[in-house]
C-alpha cells in the first residue's frame, strides 16, 4: 500500500522568501513522485515529477524538489514566493505496485503568499 | 496542447437521481482515471481503465458507480442513485502509457441536494 503524508495543511510565507512544503510518502516499492498545483475552482496542474534519475527536479514556475530515499521524502521548494504561487499545492505517489499506477494523493497544502 | 476536457462543469441533482459525467481524455491515451474531491479533503482515486474495461477500483467504487467508453472518444462516470454524500468535485484524467503522467481534466462540480 502506498500513503502519502504532506506536513502542515497551511504555509504562509512573504513575498520574495523561500516556499518549503513538506512530502514524505510510504511505498514498498521504487515509487514515482509527483506534485500538482490547485488554484482556487481549478483543476489540477502538474509541477514536477520524479520517476528515475537525477534525484533532483526542476519544474514550472520555479518549483524544485528532491526526492531523498533514505528519508522517504519529497519536499518541493522555490528559492523566492511570488503572489501567484498562492493555491494549494497536492503530493502523490503512485508505483508499479499500484496496478494501474493509480495516484495516492496527501491532504494538500494550502500555501498563502503575505505581501 | 491537447488536454483533457470535462462536461459539465457544474451539475446540481437530487438525491436519488442518475448522473453521467463527461470526460475527453487526450486522443493518443490508453490509460483513464476518475478520481473525487469532496470539498476540503484529498483527491481520492475511484477507478482505472484500459482496453475497455476497468483495471482497478477502490472501495469507493461502489455498485452505484459505473464507467464506460462508449464511443472511442468519450469516457463516463455514471452513478445510478446519487446520495448527498456524493458532492464533490469529480476529476478525469488520462495516461498515454510511456510514462507515469497523468494529465488533468479541470473537474465537474456535482453538488447533490
Same mark, same amino acid.
Given at each position: 500500500?502506498?500513503?502519502?503524508?504532506?506536513?502542515?495543511?497551511?504555509?504562509?510565507?512573504?513575498?520574495?522568501?523561500?516556499?518549503?512544503?513538506?512530502?514524505?510518502? +510510504?511505498? +514498498?516499492?521504487?515509487?514515482?513522485?509527483?506534485?500538482?498545483?490547485?488554484?482556487?475552482?481549478?483543476?489540477?496542474?502538474?509541477?514536477?515529477?520524479?520517476?528515475?534519475?537525477?534525484?533532483?527536479?526542476?519544474?514550472?514556475?520555479?518549483?524544485?524538489?528532491?526526492?531523498?530515499?533514505?528519508?522517504?521524502?519529497?519536499?518541493?521548494?522555490?528559492?523566492?514566493?511570488?503572489?501567484?504561487?498562492?493555491?494549494?499545492?497536492?503530493?502523490?505517489?503512485?508505483?508499479?505496485?499500484?496496478?494501474?499506477?493509480?495516484?495516492?494523493?496527501?491532504?494538500?497544502?494550502?500555501?498563502?503568499?503575505?505581501? | 496542447?491537447?488536454?483533457?476536457?470535462?462536461?459539465?462543469?457544474?451539475?446540481?441533482?437530487?438525491?436519488?437521481?442518475?448522473?453521467?459525467?463527461? @470526460?475527453?481524455?487526450?486522443?493518443?491515451?490508453?490509460?483513464? /482515471?476518475?478520481?473525487?474531491?469532496?470539498?476540503?479533503?484529498?483527491?481520492?482515486?475511484?477507478?482505472?481503465?484500459?482496453?475497455?474495461?476497468?483495471?482497478?477500483?477502490?472501495?469507493?467504487?461502489?455498485?452505484?458507480?459505473?464507467?464506460?467508453?462508449?464511443?472511442?472518444?468519450?469516457?463516463?462516470?455514471?452513478?445510478?442513485?446519487?446520495?448527498?454524500?456524493?458532492?464533490?468535485? /469529480?476529476? @478525469?484524467?488520462?495516461?498515454?502509457?510511456?510514462?507515469?503522467?497523468?494529465?488533468?481534466?479541470?473537474?465537474?462540480?456535482?453538488?447533490?441536494?
Amino acid at each position: 500500500a502506498q500513503s502519502v503524508t504532506q506536513l502542515g495543511s497551511h504555509v504562509s510565507v512573504s513575498e520574495g522568501a523561500l516556499v518549503l512544503l513538506r512530502c514524505n510518502y +510510504s511505498s +514498498s516499492v521504487p515509487p514515482y513522485l509527483f506534485w500538482y498545483v490547485q488554484y482556487p475552482n481549478q483543476g489540477l496542474q502538474l509541477l514536477l515529477k520524479y520517476t528515475t534519475g537525477a534525484t533532483l527536479v526542476k519544474g514550472i514556475n520555479g518549483f524544485e524538489a528532491e526526492f531523498k530515499k533514505s528519508e522517504t521524502s519529497f519536499h518541493l521548494t522555490k528559492p523566492s514566493a511570488h503572489m501567484s504561487d498562492a493555491a494549494e499545492y497536492f503530493c502523490a505517489v503512485t508505483s508499479s505496485g499500484a496496478g494501474s499506477y493509480q495516484l495516492t494523493f496527501g491532504k494538500g497544502t494550502k500555501l498563502s503568499v503575505i505581501p | 496542447e491537447p488536454e483533457v476536457t470535462q462536461t459539465p462543469s457544474h451539475q446540481v441533482t437530487q438525491m436519488g437521481q442518475e448522473v453521467i459525467l463527461r @470526460c475527453v481524455p487526450i486522443s493518443n491515451h490508453l490509460y483513464f /482515471y476518475w478520481y473525487r474531491q469532496i470539498l476540503g479533503q484529498k483527491v481520492e482515486f475511484l477507478v482505472s481503465f484500459y482496453n475497455n474495461e476497468i483495471s482497478e477500483k477502490s472501495e469507493i467504487f461502489d455498485d452505484q458507480f459505473s464507467v464506460e467508453r462508449p464511443d472511442g472518444s468519450n469516457f463516463t462516470l455514471k452513478i445510478r442513485s446519487t446520495k448527498l454524500e456524493d458532492s464533490a468535485m /469529480y476529476f @478525469c484524467a488520462s495516461r498515454r502509457g510511456l510514462d507515469n503522467e497523468q494529465y488533468f481534466g479541470p473537474g465537474t462540480r456535482l453538488t447533490v441536494t
